[in-house]
């Protein structure tokens, strides 16, 4: 069987214009030949692909399955082009990358100021979301890359260990458990008032099952979208939270709170980086991926792959 990349183009302007005629005048080459290529791609394939009407087209079932792995195939031929042309003028692209708070604010800054200098023609476009909202941009093709949290594994996607990111006790300094000699579990933390992060956040899901297998609720007097907001509440009396270790320690000379260790298993959490199929990827994005799992050294641009955790 031998299909041409040019009869599937036309065949995806056809199901775009639901017409061979509109399809032909967008073109600007003859209905006839269109149709002609249309009726040579269902000989190959040994199936209709359009429905044929007084009024136009519309696609058979295997046309609207076609149609999902032609538009893919041209994607990736157009990203061929940009990839072969970033070797001939310099490394060049965007990478989208959707990113957790926690990532952004502790390890993001010096790994990606390093990388732009290396390759300082691609451009980085950076969104701070939840681990829900990261993996929602990933599957409707609005980023690239995520660094996200705890959740689910999603079965289309490829993941890879980030870094580690422990948990701890955000206090005010004068808390009873401020000064704790010990690391304390999170469930003796339950009869405190709590300020709690967004919906959607990974350490605030992980938190509710935590105390949903103690028995025990969580009293949330407040929720907050960042960290700042959180340890600022915090400092005021307003509760307790959990954060990211070095998110409470890098403040503690400066604000009136104390991080206190949780001796909970699961307070040793990873953030890792996730990705649609790392087999599609821009070189760009490529580049990119491997130098935040090479922990902001430059990676062998020859020598690109790392092992997915799981995919």
Request: charge should be negative; proline fraction near 4%; include cysteine.
């Amino acid at each position: 069987m031998r299909v041409d990349l040019t009869s599937l183009d036309l065949f995806v302007t056809v199901a775009d214009e639901h017409s061979i005629a509109r399809a032909a005048a967008r073109r600007n080459i003859a209905a006839s030949a269109i149709s002609k290529r249309i009726h040579d791609l269902e000989h190959a394939y040994g199936t209709p692909l359009l429905i044929r009407q007084s009024k136009g087209v519309t696609l058979t079932p295997a046309g609207e399955a076609l149609l999902r792995h032609v538009r893919n195939l041209l994607l990736l031929v157009e990203r061929i082009g940009v990839d072969m042309s970033s070797f001939a003028s310099g490394m060049k692209g965007q990478v989208r990358l959707s990113a957790n708070p926690s990532a952004i604010t502790q390890f993001l800054p010096q790994i990606l100021s390093g990388f732009m200098a290396r390759y300082p023609d691609i451009e980085i476009r950076l969104e701070e979301a939840t681990t829900a909202h990261s993996l929602h941009l990933l599957e409707d093709g609005l980023a690239d890359l995520a660094i996200v949290g705890w959740g689910a594994d999603h079965p289309a996607m490829a993941y890879a260990l980030f870094r580690n990111d422990n948990l701890a006790l955000c206090v005010p300094e004068d808390h009873p458990l401020a000064h704790s000699p010990a690391a304390v579990h999170f469930v003796d933390t339950l009869g405190f008032d709590h300020v709690g992060l967004e919906y959607g956040s990974s350490i605030q899901a992980r938190l509710e099952e935590a105390a949903a297998n103690a028995g025990q609720p969580i009293r949330v007097k407040l929720r907050v979208g960042s960290f700042d907001g959180v340890r600022c509440m915090v400092e005021t009396g307003i509760g307790v939270a959990v954060l990211p270790v070095s998110a409470i320690e890098s403040y503690v000379g400066s604000m009136k709170i104390r991080a206190v260790p949780l001796a909970d298993s699961w307070a040793q959490r990873e953030l890792r980086l996730v990705t649609r199929d790392t087999t599609t990827l821009s070189l760009a994005t490529v580049l990119l991926r491997e130098w935040l799992l090479g922990l902001g050294q430059g990676p062998d641009e020859n020598a690109l792959g790392a092992a997915e955790v799981s995919s």
